[in-house]
């Protein structure tokens, strides 16, 4: 356990040197708290229980992530072709933007937020990722295409083509 | 080989967090020429990335106009 509490320590000091080195944050507080217990705690769990017992059975994804299938048809291709987004970059600065983002982050899953946002936000590679929570490559990769297809639906929805 | 959507969709994402293959590099291009959905997703991706590192510096007060 001697370890696994080191690793506790170091993981929850990086992130929180990162997070509180982070200029202008101080006037979203919700983001904040939001991203801290994301991206902390759940972590020093994940570490936590890795320590004691081997991976659970859904921490296994099969090869096929059958999860968008319906956006497919059966040979793979779009049934309803993505429009581009119009002008992104305009709803960068923008605060209702940035809320609705916020809003799409919390719908995903909570795993699935806290691989994305350890890879986006803090822009971890997958390698330390995994490592950090005891899961493989493959893994990871399927969570972040998760989390990319989701935000990408929900910003569809709720944003570009409101 | 040709991919499809799905397929892109996938390799798509995975080229933001690991270096492709020279194989899939190749089929991600050549379905890329193909298909606008794809493209279209291959930006959103890449927007949201920057949109997501955005969220920590971009705080009340910075408005475009």
Do not use: Y
């Amino acid at each position: 356990m001697r370890d696994s509490a080191a690793a506790e320590d170091a993981v929850q000091e990086a992130l929180l040197a990162a997070l509180a080195g982070e200029a202008g944050f101080g006037g979203r507080a919700n983001l904040r708290t939001w991203l801290t217990g994301i991206l902390k705690h759940k972590i020093v769990d994940t570490i936590r229980r890795q320590s004691r017992e081997r991976p659970a059975a859904d921490l296994e994804p099969g090869d096929d992530d059958g999860e968008f299938d319906g956006l497919f048809d059966r040979r793979g291709h779009w049934e309803e072709m993505p429009d581009a987004w119009e002008q992104p970059e305009g709803a960068l600065g923008q605060k209702q933007f940035l809320a609705a983002l916020e809003a799409c982050l919390r719908a995903l899953p909570e795993r699935t937020a806290r691989v994305f946002m350890m890879r986006e936000h803090l822009g971890l590679d997958t390698s330390e990722i995994c490592k950090e929570l005891g899961i493989t490559s493959t893994h990871c990769w399927v969570m972040l295409h998760r989390a990319r297809m989701a935000l990408r639906l929900c910003l569809t929805t709720n944003w570009f083509e409101k | 080989m040709l991919l499809s959507c799905k397929e892109t969709t996938r390799l798509l994402s995975q080229g933001e967090d690991r270096k492709l293959g020279f194989g899939e590099r190749v089929a991600l291009r050549v379905h890329l020429a193909l298909c606008d959905g794809c493209r279209n997703v291959r930006a959103q991706f890449h927007f949201l990335r920057s949109a997501v590192k955005d969220l920590s510096r971009d705080g009340d007060g910075k408005e475009h106009s």
